[in-house]
Nanobody, 123 residues
Framework: QVQLVESGGGLVQAGDSLRLSCAAS????????MGWFRQAPGKERTFVAA???????TYAASVKGRFTISRDNARNTVYLQMNSLKPEDTAVYSC?????????????????WGQGTQVTVSS
């Protein structure tokens, strides 16, 4: 049974930082591409960042330069370091996984999803 469990969300002020974690089980983590997505109230879920099984990263334009995705294969965990947070970053953040040979692009078509963690940025 595949499980992706996010943690690290919370309420912060604009300009603050947060680090989200996503712990994976039930998959051979080192062979999976991992992504972070977010969904703001009343809006569709959007891509935030992704990291391939061999550490290539990609980011949405809105977070590039502020967010950093990384992974620790020994801990089966992917991280999202979020700096210089803005109120418009407020959303539920979810991680997702798909196999290394799954169809591109990295911005969609994931096989497994976590439940999400709330990030709220006050102005």
């Amino acid at each position: 049974q595949v499980q992706l469990v996010e943690s690290g969300g919370g309420l912060v002020q604009a300009g603050d930082s947060l680090r989200l974690s996503c712990a994976a089980s039930g998959i051979v983590f080192r062979y999976f591409n991992m992504g972070w997505f977010r969904q703001a109230p009343g809006k569709e879920r959007t891509f935030v960042a992704a990291i391939t099984w061999n550490d290539t990263t990609t980011y949405a334009a809105s977070v590039k330069g502020r967010f950093t995705i990384s992974r620790d294969n020994a801990r089966n965990t992917v991280y999202l370091q979020m700096n210089s947070l803005k109120p418009e970053d407020t959303a539920v953040y979810s991680c997702a996984a798909k196999g290394r040979y799954s169809s591109p692009p990295l911005e969609n078509s994931y096989d497994y999803w976590g439940q999400g963690t709330q990030v709220t940025v006050s102005s």
